[in-house]
Each structure stands twice: as structure tokens, then as C-alpha cells.
């Protein structure tokens, strides 16, 4: 199944497009899912030993027209002391039109520096894709 994804807020690279859809390739997703949510991880990633972030991306169809939209993308962290636990660090949700960043205040998302900051984000989590980072990626569907 090769999602449609509808234009967004923020200039989604058509790279990052291919990349869920090629992820989606293998799963049996029903024609009446509603809603995707894949998870990328890196099962090395700790407190101690750092690593490649979890990320958190989530899609829903939108209409009768069967194309999707994002919903948010999320990276999580390692945070706290003495007990860390894992939180959100950066939170792109398009539903609400925010950005949050962990110890600021949310940012709406057309802003120039969160447009810029997306960029440089995207292109980095690309780059982790590609080479492998993640060696445990689920798809839920609902």
C-alpha cells in the first residue's frame, strides 16, 4: 500500500514521504485504518550509553478521499536526574499547530526558525534511517 499524503505546514520532504511508505510496504494495513502510528527505535539507546533517539510519527486518512496527514512527530529523550525517564524533547504537532521543545515555551509551527529547525531535524533523522540506526520499527493501525 503507497500512502497520499497531503500537503503540510511544514515543507515535509518528499524523501520522508518514501521512506513511511517504504516502512508501510510490508504491512497488511486495511483499507478502513484510520490511523497509523510507526515507532522508530534504536534497542542500544540508554541512559548511559546514549544513542539515536526514539522517534514517534502518526498519520490519519483523511475523508473519502483516502489521502493522509501528519499528526505529530516526536523524538524522545533520556531525562532527569537521578532517575531519568524518557520524555518528549521535541514535539512537532500539526494538529495544534505548535512546537514544543523540552524547557520552552511551544512555538507556533510557521514560524521562519521552527520551518528552519524542521529542516535540519528532518535531514538528520533521514540520515539515521538510512543507515540503519533504527533496528526496531513498529507499525500500529488502527
Request: charged share 20%; hydrophobic share 40%.
Amino acid at each position: 500500500m503507497n500512502l497520499v499524503f497531503n500537503r503540510c505546514c511544514l515543507n515535509i520532504s518528499p524523501k520522508l514521504y518514501a521512506q513511511l511508505n517504504k516502512v508501510l510496504e510490508n504491512e497488511s494495513i486495511d483499507v478502513e485504518a484510520n490511523h497509523i502510528t510507526v515507532n522508530f527505535r534504536d534497542s542500544s539507546y540508554s541512559v548511559l550509553a546514549g544513542g539515536y533517539h526514539p522517534v514517534e510519527i502518526a498519520f490519519q486518512k483523511d475523508g473519502e478521499n483516502g489521502t493522509w496527514s501528519l499528526l505529530y512527530i516526536t523524538d524522545f529523550c533520556y531525562y532527569g536526574s537521578p532517575y531519568a525517564e524518557l520524555v518528549k524533547e521535541v514535539d512537532f504537532d500539526f494538529s495544534a499547530g505548535t512546537l514544543y521543545l523540552l524547557n520552552s515555551p511551544s512555538m507556533f509551527i510557521r514560524r521562519s526558525t521552527v520551518k528552519s529547525f524542521y529542516r535540519t531535524w528532518e535531514s538528520n533523522f533521514l540520515t539515521y534511517f538510512e543507515i540503519g540506526a533504527f533496528d526496531q520499527i513498529e507499525v500500529s493501525v488502527c
